[in-house]
């Protein structure tokens, strides 16, 4: 049996019409670029999420990188993200010329360690950036606590997430302003390059809307020196035809995970955790740890299992970021990560596959 990593054709043939009919619409229609594709899919998105204002743009670095900007963070400004996390979250923060400060992971969530924050922090430090990474929520209350005490913006990094659940409350609406992709591969994915801000701040979504489209407030009228990213209407329409499938998805992907967590029994794995009573996650990427995990991949390979690494260089470790002069072994649970960590094949419609990678997986000596 063949086990893509990801695979979109469950998901395609199900939406077959939804999706023709959308590029139809458009297409008919003649207005690419902020028409009533993109503004409908703002409010539906806005009003799933739970928050006032949903403000769409081309992928989900630029997301991070206006809500930045919007607050004035730029140069000799510190920036608090996770180390382990896709290199976008650095790289929002170094385009607005500000520092990015990598802080510890937990081992067993991955996600931002609030507890290590407090000592990271400067009087340069003006925001924290909390990453739901592989669509489980960081610990909102833990990271929110800290930033009273220190008067710092929140931020989420929602990228992999949509949908997720903390405390009973989405993703989106947790923090003064959050971040997302619609990269096709995303559990909400557009069939090409696209994202969104969400907040429920006035002032910021009028300002992040501008920024957005040349610095204009209305056309030809500029009032900041601003930036040519916008959702368009193709993708927006594509948007709106998943999104009302989006909670049939992730249960989907929940059922697998269980399915995954419940089989697989291997002792020289360690299982991705989660308190169920607190998060709902949306399972982007299910992530096994092992010290041999290059072994277990070209093992699964042979069985035409397909899997994936996220991510292979820690961040710090990236030639990128030498600049930040992080010393190989400073951040020793990143790196941990990065070097033990295997993604298992995770997508919408996976039926007898589950059974057929725990089996591997259980028979791996």
């Not at 997302?180 to 907040?199: I, Q």
């Not at 699964?300 to 397909?306: A, T």
């Not at 260089?313 to 400073?330: C, D, K, P, V, W």
Request: proline residues 4%; glycine residues 8%; hydrophobic residues 35%.
């Amino acid at each position: 049996m063949r086990v893509p990593f990801v695979t979109f054709k469950p998901l395609e043939k199900e939406l077959d019409t939804e999706l023709r009919s959308a590029f139809e619409r458009v297409y008919e229609n003649s207005w690419y670029i902020e028409g009533e594709e993109g503004k409908k899919f703002e409010e539906e998105f806005a009003a799933y999420c739970g928050v006032k204002h949903c403000i769409g743009c081309g992928n989900g670095l630029d997301a991070l990188f206006l809500i930045l900007k919007a607050c004035g963070i730029g140069e000799g400004d510190e920036v608090i993200i996770p180390s382990n996390t896709f290199i976008a979250t650095a790289l929002a923060v170094s385009r607005t010329g500000a520092r990015p400060v990598m802080v510890e992971p937990h081992l067993l969530t991955y996600n931002l360690n609030a507890d290590k924050i407090e000592e990271k922090i400067t009087e340069c430090t003006k925001a924290v950036i909390a990453v739901h990474l592989y669509g489980q929520p960081a610990d909102m209350d833990a990271v929110q606590e800290v930033a009273r005490r220190h008067r710092l913006r929140v931020f989420e990094d929602a990228a992999q997430a949509h949908g997720a659940l903390y405390k009973g409350k989405r993703v989106g609406g947790l923090a003064d302003a959050a971040g997302f992709s619609f990269y096709p591969g995303k559990n909400l994915g557009a069939l090409g390059d696209a994202g969104c801000v969400t907040t429920d701040d006035d002032e910021m979504a009028e300002k992040i809307r501008a920024l957005s489209n040349y610095g204009s407030d209305y056309k030809y009228h500029h009032i900041y020196q601003g930036y040519n990213t916008r959702l368009d209407e193709l993708q927006a329409a594509f948007l709106r035809a998943k999104l009302p499938i989006l909670d049939k998805v992730n249960e989907d992907r929940r059922n697998t995970a269980r399915r995954y967590l419940e089989g697989i029994r291997n002792p020289r794995l360690t299982l991705p955790h989660v308190d169920w009573d607190l998060y709902t996650p949306v399972w982007h990427i299910f992530a096994v740890r092992t010290s041999k995990r290059d072994e277990l991949a070209k093992y699964l390979e042979e069985k035409d299992i397909h899997t994936n690494i996220h991510y292979p260089i820690a961040m710090h470790n990236q030639q990128a970021y030498q600049e930040l002069g992080i010393a190989r072994g400073s951040l020793p649970v990143c790196e941990e990560i990065s070097d033990t960590q295997l993604s298992l094949p995770m997508y919408y419609g996976m039926k007898d596959e589950v059974d057929y990678v725990i089996q591997a997986l259980n028979d791996w000596q």
